[in-house]
Structure formats: C-alpha cells, structure tokens
Nanobody, 121 residues
C-alpha cells in the first residue's frame, strides 16, 4: 500500500501561482511513477502531469504545458506541482496518484484525497 497526502491548495487570483505537494508513505516511493489529475465540478477527472520513477521523463496536458511543472524528490518521498499563470479554468480538486508504470490515463494504483485549487478572475 502507498498512502498519498496532498497539500498546498488554496485560493489565488488569476495570473498567480501555487505549489502543490504530495507526500508518500508506505512502499518504496522510487518504484512508482507519479501523476497529478484534477476534477472540476460536473466534469470528469482529467490528466494534468506525470513523472517517471527517476524523474527523467515528464508529460503534461496541453492545457497546462508551459505553465505547470512536475518534479519529484525520491529522497523525501514527495512529488510537487508548480502551477504558474493560473487561470479560472484551472479551478478543480487536484489529486496525486502513484502507478507501477508511467501513464497519462487514470490507470493509477493509489490516489490521494485531493486538495482544492480555486482561481478567481
């Protein structure tokens, strides 16, 4: 089992920045690819960003490319999502997830509880 706890969400004005963090515990963190997803009210959960076990490979949704950066620290068992130039359409609950293999689909094995990000216009 892997336990994931997100933090760093909040309310920010459009154009601002937030940094989300996800702390992992349980099994060996470096064995898992990590991803961030989000779900807005009335919408399906969507892929935001993913990072490989070593951190060498990253993938982003087109809607966040150039604005968001995913990173991980295997020594600290954390994965972060730096979000810049935020837009009202980025408002959602953001979820951290862990998977045995890197994917941009929701086929992740473990999920956190989510953290709310609200961007005001």
């Amino acid at each position: 089992q892997v336990q994931l706890v997100e933090s760093g969400g909040g309310l920010v004005q459009a154009g601002g920045s937030l940094r989300l963090s996800c702390a992992a515990s349980g099994r060996t963190f470096s064995n898992y690819a990590m991803g961030w997803f989000r779900q807005a009210p009335g919408k399906e959960r969507e892929f935001v960003a993913a990072i490989s076990m070593s951190g060498a490979r990253t993938y982003y949704a087109d809607s966040v490319k150039g604005r968001f950066t995913i990173s991980r620290d295997n020594a600290k068992n954390t994965v972060n999502l730096q979000m810049n130039s935020l837009k009202p359409e980025d408002t959602a609950v953001y979820y951290c997830a862990a998977a045995w293999r890197l994917t941009t689909t929701p086929a992740y094995d473990y999920w956190g509880q989510g953290t709310q990000v609200t961007v005001s216009s």
